[in-house]
């Protein structure tokens, strides 16, 4: 995609053609042509030229446009499919080792898991998957331990979750 300054930049180059365009050529068409009758003949053909010449570069700049548009949504479906392929390694790989993920959305409060995770944990879709969800889960003993963790290290230092704490499965 071109940038702003690039369109304007072709904007103001086609202006300025076009305008000297019209001013050279009118000139042109009154120093060849004294017969007031021709030179609005030659004049007619001349703004004609114009719009067929200016029609046919507009046509180019859709096709262009049309053409990496094509391309953009062609690479977005492949990485699409590789991002697909990609999960089903990760859900493959992660029942093969007994190992599950999830990802907490800081921002909402509510987090995703994987369907070796929710194995774990002894949920299904129904869980509600809020923090208060993930601490419910939690052993009663670690609760404290790891709110704190959770706090200090994971919101308030900005730091990867990285802690092994015991669950209890509702």
Not at 106 to 112: C, E, K, L, Y
Not at 136 to 165: C, S, W
Request: aromatic share 10%; proline share 2%.
């Amino acid at each position: 995609m071109p940038k702003t300054g690039a369109a304007w930049s072709i904007v103001l180059t086609y202006a300025g053609f076009a305008s000297l365009w019209i001013l050279l050529s009118d000139k042109a068409v009154a120093w060849l042509f004294i017969d007031p009758g021709t030179m609005t003949s030659v004049s007619m053909v001349k703004g004609w030229l114009f719009v067929a010449v200016t029609s046919l570069l507009l046509l180019g700049l859709i096709r262009r446009l049309i053409t990496g548009h094509h391309r953009s949504l062609e690479t977005l479906r492949q990485r699409e499919v590789e991002l697909q392929e990609s999960a089903s390694l990760l859900e493959e790989s992660q029942r093969i080792a007994g190992l599950g993920s999830y990802v907490l959305n800081i921002d909402t409060g509510f987090w995703t898991s994987s369907a070796v995770c929710d194995t774990v944990f002894g949920i299904d879709a129904a869980y509600v998957r809020s923090v208060q969800g993930w601490t419910d889960l939690v052993h009663p003993r670690d609760r404290a331990m790891m709110t704190d963790y959770f706090k200090n290290q994971v919101i308030g230092q900005q730091q990867n979750f990285d802690k092994e704490y015991r669950i209890i499965r509702p």
